[in-house]
């Protein structure tokens, strides 16, 4: 399927004259064809008024309806074959294997959605029935359920450009809200965005849905995403991006006359704790485990373990030796843009000429122009208190290790982290009360606590938290990996003494939704 370069206004593909941009291949940094159409301030507005017109119908269908809307992007998706997996390889610099994998769990969240829609827990039904001869005043009868907010921008991410981009997470939990979706696609990959935009609008005609539940908009700079976020029409925003992005758009969305709320996925270190138990036990394993999970995919994961923490010893020493020699054998990778690249070197120069941090091992040299290379610092427990700014993300495969003189010490720093997406524990039995001492404070740090393993490589299930307190994400009551994601698009609505005809569905007495009636669960 050639690219064209057109922009997908309410499903329509539209071509626009004038200045438009070009694809950089990540590895060379040489532009690729073809040229890309840049929105007007036009295609917002019929963008946005599609949407608006769509939110009514869309939202309305039944959810076995959206079920098969959902199915449908999957199969088209799947359907685009090898080229889009070539594309977005062309324009990421990930390898083939990583986006093959991408590309089926990206299809895999869309039925995942489809799924959550046929049962209906979702809408967390509630029905508490009339008391009409209750004294002194009779109850009402109640009934509640959550309704999708209205259409939503989605900014595609860099660094997944398939599972958190066009058809990705925040757009496959809002289309199974029931909100229509206008993705600003990102620059780093736009024919990987059209590819993914045509399969969504194939979907969106065979399976009858209106035209304004989808455009894709593209933009050079952030005009349009600024458009998009100011307009009144849109009532939420999912991001993942830089912590300056993010923030910058959670501003815009606040400052509204009517503010909406911004789902912003920004920076994480995802500290990783090395008890001593399991420091005795396994150390040099933990050495390798570690640079592994830290040059995955060039570092650039927000789930990457940026920060170590760890009690001074010779199994330190050892688990410093195994990770040195693995990082020293690290091929350096290409990395997503040219500019992330920039990014991640004048972070590693940032960290080389801090006096507090001891530069310990680096990765190969850099094969090319955009290769990023791994790098390993270290420094004292006591520096990262007098200093913690140290921690701030470097995007990229560099890591810092916190090496504390106690376990005071240690409970000290974790005191001065900012929100995290995760935080690990390497344990062994004998580290259970230590590791029972810790946990309040890191649930209080990290959406997600994991044991015994590394925070690279989020499952998409049920159970699943991909969020955390600022500014790991801008609203850490919300997940955008897993089920739970839907919620961040739906609000409550309370149905009072409404006859049943004009009950929906769901809460008719006839619904086989799971539902809480009268206190009682019947799911
Ligand atoms: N923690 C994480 O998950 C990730 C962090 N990053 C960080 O972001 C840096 C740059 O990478 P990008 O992916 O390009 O992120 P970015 O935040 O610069 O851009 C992401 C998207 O948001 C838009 N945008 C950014 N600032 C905006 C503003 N003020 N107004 C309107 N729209 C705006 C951009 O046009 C783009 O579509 C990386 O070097 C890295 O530090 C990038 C990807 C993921
Ligand atoms: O580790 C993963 O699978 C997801 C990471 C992520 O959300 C990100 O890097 O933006």
Known sequence: MALTGELFVASKRVSRDG????????????????????????????????????????????REDRAK?????????????????????????LPQARLTGERGRTAGQLRLFAKELRLGEYLRARIDHAIPDRAPAPKPDLRLRHVPLGPVTVFGASNFPLAFSVAGGDTASALAAGCPVIVKGHSAHPGTSELVAGAITRAAEKTGMPAGVFSLINGAGNTVGQALVTDPRIKAVGFTGSRGGGTALMKLAQNRPIPIPVYAEMSSINPVFLLPGALAARAEALGK???????????????????????????LDTFVTSASDAMCGAPSQVMLTPGIHKAYESGVARWASAPALKLVAKGQEASGPTSGRGALFTMTGADFIADPSHAEEVFGAASL????????????V???????????????????ELARQLLPSLERLAGRIL???????????????????????????STSVGTLAIDRFLRPVAYQDLPEA???????????????????PTL
């Open 414 to 432: 974790v005191t001065l982290l900012e929100g995290q997406l995760t935080a690990t524990l390497h344990l062994a039995e004998s580290d259970t």
């Open 69 to 93: 809307f959902l199915e449908a992007i999957a199969d088209e998706i799947e359907a685009l074959g090898d080229e889009l997996v070539e594309r977005a390889m062309q324009e990421s610099g």
């Open 502 to 520: 004009l009950l929906p569905a769901e809460l008719r007495e006839d619904s086989s939704v799971p539902r809480r009636i009268d206190g009682k």
């Open 289 to 315: 485990g570690y640079i592994a999970s830290l040059t995955m995919g060039a570092g650039q994961f927000c789930t990457n373990p940026g920060l170590v923490l760890a009690l001074e010893g010779p199994d």
């Open 401 to 412: 290790l916190v090496r504390c003189a106690d376990i005071a010490e240690l409970q000290k």
């Open 19 to 62: 200045p438009g941009f070009k694809a950089v291949a990540a590895a060379t940094g040489t532009e690729i064809e073809p040229s890309f159409s840049i929105a007007t301030t036009e295609d917002v507005e019929t963008a946005a008024a599609a949407a608006e017109a769509a939110f009514p119908i869309y939202s309305g269908l039944p």
């Open 451 to 477: 044991a015994n393993g590394w925070p690279t490589g989020v499952e998409v299930t049920d159970a699943q938290v991909h969020g955390g307190p600022f500014p790991s994400t801008s609203d850490g009551r």
